[in-house]
């Protein structure tokens, strides 16, 4: 790590716990020498750190960027909005605007209203699905955020322990699991949050229609974590990927581009809970991230965003498979090209887990900043994914 980003790092340490807001921004423990703490600014597929070294960035601000930094019409988008103001003392016109453009592209959806973060969203879900079924027990499968329903997951975390009962947690792809707890308690559960896609190797369709039978059976709701796969894994998100239709879904990450917004939508009957409850904060209307949802939108529907993604990641996994056969490494790829995996295949998970922070710190050190997903922004190109590739080869040849 050089000057400046070791510098800053120490300092951040001293008064910022993690040194940062967001756990996976976090160090990786065995790249600490060559990952930068610290991104001054981005453009493009393109990063820059405090010490001016360059990165081509597959990481995509842990999924925000669906179309690269500072895109042009998300851009001035917001600096026109910018002129009119921020946030107001009544609702402004773009929070019709923003949900009619976010419906353009989601057309299952009825009822569309913002929340700020991946975790709010997915809260209003829970909450909107307790209120309409009277039942108080979630079968929650993947990552959720942090708040209260769902982090007990953690040891000694400040959550009640009481709130563990409330909530079953199973693995993706587990439907034994899902129809065993759904025989035992289903009369109690209110809904099945699940994240759609698991980005790993599990193929999903089954499982979620699975999970739909099951929600159908048991009178409970059906609810789309939509954070990461929202607006990536198609226009239409996970909804039109399978052909499944859930009641409810939360959407945050590559809808504004990179600006604090997420939402939770659905069905009207659903939706319309919030006569009972109380979903509600100060800042959901704020006005430049709703100007950059819109011309994210637009973007979507004008221009080949998702086979433009598809096709960079395809070049990246294809050339990946390339390299692992040529250098003869256990390894593979995996995944949906919008977010291709790589991982060694040693008998020893050590092994694993060490080459895997050496290639990762070789490939820093070599510009290219990723982890074991790669996300695919519309701003990576053909020569991005080339060159990327060459310093995956150069990097494994070296560890070899
Ligand atoms: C699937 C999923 N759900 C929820 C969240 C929480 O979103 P946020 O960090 O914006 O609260 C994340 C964040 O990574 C996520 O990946």
Redesign the pocket.
Known sequence: MAFKNRDHYQRALEVIPWATQ?N?KRLLPGCCESMPPFIKRADGCRMWDLDDCEYIDFRAS??PIILGYRHPAVEQAVRDQMENGVLFSMASPLELEATEAVMQNVPWLEQVRFM???????TCCVRLARAFTGRDRIVSI??????DWFAFQWPNNGVPAELKKFVYDIPYGDSREAEHIFVKHGDKIAAVIT?PYDWQEIPGEEFIKTLRALCDRHGSLLIF?????GFRLARGGAQEYYGVTPDLS?F??AMANGY?L?AYAGKKRYMQQLEKTILTTTYAGETLSLAACIAVMKVMQNEPVHDHIVAMGQRLKDGMDEIISEIGIPAHTGGVAQMPLFRFDFDDASKNMLWHDQLFSKLYSRGVFANDRWIIMYAHQAADIDYTLEQIRLSIRELC
Do not use: F
Request: contains cysteine; hydrophobic residues 30%.
């Open positions: 967001t996976a842990l999924g700020k973060t991946g975790a709010d969203a997915c993947g990552y959720h955020g942090y708040h994240e974590d939509e954070i990461l796969t939360a945050a990450k604090p997420s």
